[in-house]
């Protein structure tokens, strides 16, 4: 059979792993050693027992808000621009342009974000070039800094998408509306946002998801600020090894990219249907 | 209307590339602290090349990308292959299976296949890592030879077999050729995919057997070299060549079915 490979592949690395965490969650300790095995849900209580948790939880929603939404502003006139302004072959390159940096070791292009934003960093030169007697500032180990990396990590997915939907845009639309005399505008709120909805809400999804789940942007960029649930979760497995809590919390972030999923699917179709 | 566009597209750019531009000048820059204005050095290059973990790590990156490569195009293109020319039960439910390796988040997915690994006595190191690498790689390859496939008719197999081949060597006279395009983009797209790869080889990966990305992300934290921006900045130019060829591959592809 052709596809027994593949999916008994993905039943070994990803399913079963799935499930065993699942199991690990409602276990008191990891089951290493010749202890009986003691189930409890106080792993998934965590919230309730630890109220800290809820703090760093509402920052990891902050920092996934935060960079989609300014993906979202950044990418969605990127795309316009991409669709619209230019076109054939300086299109192309373009396009390729905007890739290319994906293929870029994702944790190079964070580091070297701290050159850029550190004390005596290039933006901090730059500055000095321009204004000899300014004070020297760093934006590094900052909630901004930890945005600025993630955006520059995202953007790039946000303006695929956008692109997508804003290229299949019909001219026609555009010109329907300004000959019967709506100004740029109205016809940007109400023709080419609405056709561009679904690349923004796939973008928003592309990027919302992975952000929530990031742990070695704010580590590297928040330095001691940088606690978000990613990094919760690190720690539980590579330092405190409390693999049972560690397993509870990345399943009580499932449920929340799960509930994404829910909403994404149910946003579009009520816009449509109102 | 079109000047502010590319204008606005330019800056857009500079901000994508400027700390891979900063990174690149880092590379051959002479100072250790990454003080400006730069002082050019190949300094870092000739360091590189005595400094053995790093060296490991990236023979260790390269090994595990061909590895990845090559299974997960032929275990994902057979799949493709069974999901779009064969009618069966199910198969909606085979091609939703293929969205979580890519939905959910990887660090959830790497701690269980930590969890797992180390509980059923796989454990760690490069075996666990090639495991996790082409289970990542499938569902992209299978999304991508996928339509290269739609765009080859059926019916040339037939002819062929009517004309007295055997369904095998149809398949691999007719339609592997014109496949292939999308084929190699597939294995270039899994190979990317497993040389960047960082969180799930940090969960995966046994104390001193590391790849490039884990050794980097323990570096930046013991204290960074800048041994780390030459490295990275070889492994850009070898990975912008494969985008250009992946780019160029794809564009064939849609050539051809578009004719």
Known sequence: MLLAPAYG??????????????????????????????????NYLAFARRPYLVGVAWTSVEIGLWTTGLCAILGLPAALALARATRGRSQQVLFLLIVLPFWTNGLVRIFSWTMVLREGGVLDYAL????????????????????????????????????????AIDDAYIE??????????????????????????????????????????????????????????????????????????????????????????????????? | MTALGRTYLLAILAFLYLPIAVMIAMAFNNSELYTLPI??????????????????????????????????????????????????????????????????????????????FFWTGIGRGLHALLIGHVALAIPYVVFIVGPGLQTIRVDLEEAAMSLGSTPMHAFFTVTLPLWLPSVIAAALFAFAVSLDQFVISYFLSAPGVSTLPVEIYSSIRKGFTPEINAISTIFLAVSSVLILIFAQLSNLGSRRGSR
């Not at chain 1, 300790?29 to 409890?40: E, V």
């Not at chain 1, 520059?152 to 998408?161: D, G, K, S, V």
């Not at chain 1, 580590?219 to 720690?235: A, H, K, N, Q």
């Not at chain 2, 053995?52 to 292959?81: D, E, F, K």
């Open chain 1, 176 to 274: 329907a509306a300004r000959s019967l005399g709506a100004r740029a505008p109205i016809i940007f709120a109400k023709v080419v946002l609405p056709l561009c909805l679904p690349g923004l809400i796939s973008g928003s999804i592309l990027i919302f998801v992975p952000v929530i789940g990031s742990f070695m942007e704010p580590r590297i960029l928040g330095g001691r600020i940088g606690v978000t649930m990613g990094t919760i979760i690190e720690d539980q497995f590579v330092q405190a090894f409390n693999w049972p809590l560690g397993a509870a919390l990345s399943f009580t972030m499932l449920g929340a990219v799960l509930l994404v999923f829910a909403l994404a699917r149910g946003f579009p179709r009520r816009l449509l249907s109102a």
């Open chain 2, 39 to 116: 002082e050019p050095s190949t300094r870092w290059f000739i360091r590189l090349a005595s400094d053995q973990p790093l060296l490991s790590a990236s023979r260790n990156s390269l090994l595990i990308a061909c590895a990845t490569s090559i299974i997960a195009t032929l275990v994902g293109a057979m799949a493709a292959l069974a999901l779009e020319r064969k009618q069966f039960r199910g198969r909606t439910l085979l091609r939703l299976l293929l969205l979580p390796p890519i939905a959910i988040p990887w660090l959830i997915i790497g701690t269980a296949m930590l969890v797992f």
């Open chain 1, 128 to 167: 000095h070039l321009v204004a000899p007697s300014a004070p020297t500032f760093s934006l590094l180990y900052s909630f901004p800094a930890i945005i600025i990396g993630l955006v520059h990590a995202y953007l790039p997915y946000m303006i695929l998408t956008c692109y997508l939907s804003a290229a």
């Open chain 1, 9 to 42: 592949w993905l039943t070994l690395a990803v399913f079963l792993p799935l499930g065993a965490m699942l199991f690990f969650s409602f276990l008191k300790a990891a089951p290493f050693g010749p202890r009986p095995l003691q189930f409890t849900i106080d």
